[in-house]
């Protein structure tokens, strides 16, 4: 089975303060992304990456980088955490390819979640 | 952009069946996913179609696909309270073959 690990399920963090979020899959997954979910928002994507040291944005960037040094670990990074970054942050890692490759039913599969909350 | 949109709530009884909306508006999507998500979990897949399929049945869950409406929904027959979770769709659009929109998700609440 596919394992994807999120470094925390809770965080309580300061305002200004440099938070990392770790996540690690244990599949040899090229694709990795990170997403935060709020009520009524669904799950909306802040980065994901392709390829070990490649990342792209996602929908919503600002606030946040990633860093991919090794193909199964994916880190988020809040350089300075704000209060309207208390949200549910979800890893996730799929074996897709570039378009084209693998077009098959291969999804995304989520870690448990990690709650972080900003005072 | 592409944007995903379900009703928020739906509460339905025990042994009845569940109706889960979602409309999309990306024409190209390829693959169109329901996941289901459990308190403090994350998501886990629970069935897909592709785009040039109407319908998917598995077991108690039956996919529709109306692409001319772009309207998918998830039937979840005999629901029962462990079926109580958050449901989102997503689609998996053409361009790049990673990348999956979701939807807002719809709380299901399962009552005796």
């Known amino acids: 089975d596919v394992k994807v690990t999120q470094s925390s399920r809770y965080l309580v963090k300061r305002t200004g303060e440099k938070v990392f979020l770790e996540c690690v899959q244990d599949m040899d997954h090229e694709n990795m992304f990170w997403y935060r979910q709020d009520p009524g928002l669904g799950l909306r994507l802040i980065y994901f990456s392709y390829d070990v040291k490649m990342k792209e944005k996602g929908d919503i960037p600002e606030g946040y980088s990633v860093s991919r040094e090794k193909k199964e670990r994916f880190s988020l990074i809040l350089e300075s955490a704000s209060t309207n970054q208390t949200s549910m942050y979800l890893c996730?890692?799929?074996?897709?390819?570039?378009?084209?490759?693998?077009?098959?039913?291969?999804?995304?599969?989520f870690g448990p979640g990690t709650r972080l909350t900003v005072l | 952009g592409e944007d995903v949109e379900q009703s928020l709530f739906l509460s339905v009884r025990e042994g009845d069946s569940s109706v889960i909306n979602c409309t999309y508006t990306d024409s190209s999507s390829t693959y169109l996913y329901w996941y289901k998500q459990e308190p403090g979990a994350g998501l886990q897949l629970l069935t897909y179609?592709?785009?040039?399929?109407d319908m998917k049945q598995d077991q108690r869950l039956t996919v529709l696909l109306n692409k001319k409406d772009k309207h998918l929904s998830l039937r979840i027959a005999d629901t029962q309270t462990g079926d109580s979770a958050i449901y989102f769709c997503?689609?998996?659009?053409?361009?790049?073959?990673?990348?999956?929109?979701f939807g807002t998700g719809t709380r299901l609440q399962v009552t005796l």
């Open positions: 997503a689609e998996r659009y053409g361009g790049t073959a990673s990348k999956l929109t």
């Open positions: 996730a890692s799929s074996p897709w390819g570039l378009a084209g490759e693998k077009a098959s039913t291969d999804t995304q599969y």
């Open positions: 179609i592709f785009s040039n399929m």
